[in-house]
Each structure stands twice: as structure tokens, then as C-alpha cells.
């Protein structure tokens, strides 16, 4: 295929979001769902599961379950960021824990890329229930931009036959 005829990467990953999510292992098993891919922005949600409450006594998400939802997001906000597909690797992450969730809700997440550099990419994110007013945490984070032909998980050879 001509270079001039290889599909935009950011419809292919509107078209895979739910297959792009469940690569990440953790991410799979945590029950992580993108809900919208745009252009250096992603949105996702992680429905509430019993199995990854924190406390039992008040029914609110783990904050690692959380952090794990960012950070993920964060990676495909910047992937969706690039002119072409490459791997992503957190370099450094950072967590503001504003409130808890709150028990038995799904939590809502989103992520923007805002900037990147031949090498590393820049994304911060927010977690919440309703709308970005009332955030339970907030996440920053830096992410290494690698090879695609070197991503242990297959994805970019899903992606070469997704073309």
C-alpha cells in the first residue's frame, strides 16, 4: 500500500478503542472501557466491580484501580497525539487524590495529550463521576515514545493488519 493510502491512525483507533484498551493486561482485567478517541484526547469509564473496592466497610473504588485508569488513559491520549502508531511506556506519573469515589458508581475518565517531543510525550488526565467540577483525582505524566515494532503485547502487528 502507498504511503499516501495508509489509513488515518486515529480512525483506526476509533475503530479498535475496545480491542486497544484490553491489550494492557491490567487494563483488560480491570474492565477498562474507552468510550471516545479525538485527536491527542480520549475519554473512558471503569464500571464499578465489587473486586476492586478498596475498603469494605464504604464500598469506594482502590485508589491504585484508579491510578491504573489514568495512567492507561494517559498512554492512549497520547498515542491518538502521533502522526503514526508508536508504544508508550510511563516514564513518570503523577496522582492528586482530591475526594473518594463514591460507592457503587462507575467512574469516568479522561486524558489529553499536550505536548510532545521527539522522544517523550507530556498527558494529564482527570477521574470523576458526573463532570470534571467535582474531580476524585487528577494525573500528569510523562511517557516514552517507543518502536512499534518492538511492542512486546502484538498491537502494532494488529494494527499493520488492521491497514
Known sequence: MAEAEKPDHLEIMKTFAHQMINVVPWAKELGFELTDVQKGRVFGTLPWQQKLVGDPETGI???GVITSLLDNLCGAAVVSALKEFRSTATLDLRIDYMRPSEPKRDII??????HVTRTVA???AWAYHENRDRVIATATGAFALNDPNKWASGMAKAMEQAK
Open 61 to 63: 473504588v482502590h485508589g
Open 109 to 114: 475518565g479522561e486524558a489529553e495529550c499536550y
Open 122 to 124: 507530556f498527558a494529564r
